[in-house]
């Protein structure tokens, strides 16, 4: 039966290759078929030849990500045997450079590629796609890129607050306590990206804002990176004021999931309106990512495909 070795050198990137208890172990032997084990620092696969070929291009892709980023996510993994079984090419992204000292994010698909560069080259972009698809985390890395390369002064990210058929002003606590869970999205993909204490300067000095929708109206935010996330449950008048508070040097990513409406039946969900509204408007674009986009666990896609379903 063939074999082959793959001498990976460092333990280190060796256990990220493997992932947390051997996960990514599991599911590159699970889907190609093939024995994996390790000696002395290599990675020895066995198998039908076909298999151990495509087995040994994944475990030397999921090397050169562990040695340039030192860290490996399910999505690696997930790309990695998409293009092994044939279901899509190998592409090269442009990474996205964050704060945090190390860390660049990458798109994992083509439609998270276009969405980046289309916040890139335009002033305003809406996007739909499902859950796990990228559109809040891909958004919040250009909006830290875009700060970190002093293209804009300041971070603004907001969030309605309906989904959860709740006023505000009728929760416990001061207003950061009210909004927290709500932006807690968006808090988590900063973390991800900023030294908890560089975040919480940021956030002291107000160069990184979180507030709910109902805020904005009156303002007028200049040299910013706004986001507006779960823009499908905003309103088309909320979101009319929402476009209208861009300002000089300004940028504004809108994103939501058109499948997940929590307005009342009678409401027009503002983000179907203003993609249908904007579209073919100079210097707004309107993305839609898909299944194929999504890059949380793998069981997502699967979810939102039978959930899709007629």
Do not use: W
């Amino acid at each position: 039966m063939p074999r082959t070795t793959i001498a990976v050198i460092d333990s280190k990137r060796l256990l990220a290759i493997f992932g947390p208890r051997d996960q990514h172990l599991r599911r590159i032997r699970s889907a190609l078929g093939v024995g994996v084990s390790a000696r002395d620092d290599s990675i020895c696969v066995e198998g039908e030849e076909p298999a151990v070929l495509r087995a040994t291009e994944v475990f030397k892709q999921l090397d050169r990500i562990a040695r340039e980023h030192g860290a490996i996510d399910a999505a690696d993994v997930s790309q990695l045997l998409s293009v092994a079984t044939g279901e899509k090419p190998l592409v090269a992204y442009e990474p996205i450079e964050v704060q945090r000292p190390g860390r660049q994010i990458l798109p994992k698909s083509e439609g998270q590629a276009a969405y980046t560069k289309s916040i890139g080259e335009h002033d305003i972009v809406l996007c739909a796609g499902p859950a796990g698809s990228g559109k809040t985390f891909l958004a919040v890395a250009m909006a830290v890129s875009a700060l970190r390369a002093e293209q804009v002064q300041k971070i603004v990210l907001v969030r309605p607050a309906v989904e959860a058929g709740e006023s505000l002003g009728f929760l416990p606590g001061d207003l950061q306590a009210k909004i927290n869970p709500y932006l807690r999205p968006l808090l988590d993909a900063m973390h991800d990206m900023m030294d908890y204490e560089v975040l919480k300067r940021l956030t002291e000095q107000d160069v990184v804002e979180m507030i709910p929708l109902a805020y904005m109206r009156g303002r007028t935010l200049n040299n910013a990176f706004i986001i507006l996330d779960e823009a499908q449950n905003t309103t088309a008048a909320q979101m009319k004021m929402f476009l209208t508070r861009l300002g000089i040097g300004s940028k504004m990513v809108i994103s939501g999931d058109t499948t997940q409406i929590d307005l009342p039946q009678n409401r027009q969900s503002g983000l179907v309106d203003a993609m249908t509204r904007l579209q073919g408007v100079r210097g707004c674009c309107c993305v839609r990512l898909g299944g194929k986009d999504i890059v949380r666990h793998p069981l997502v896609q699967r979810i939102v495909e039978a959930y899709d379903a007629p």
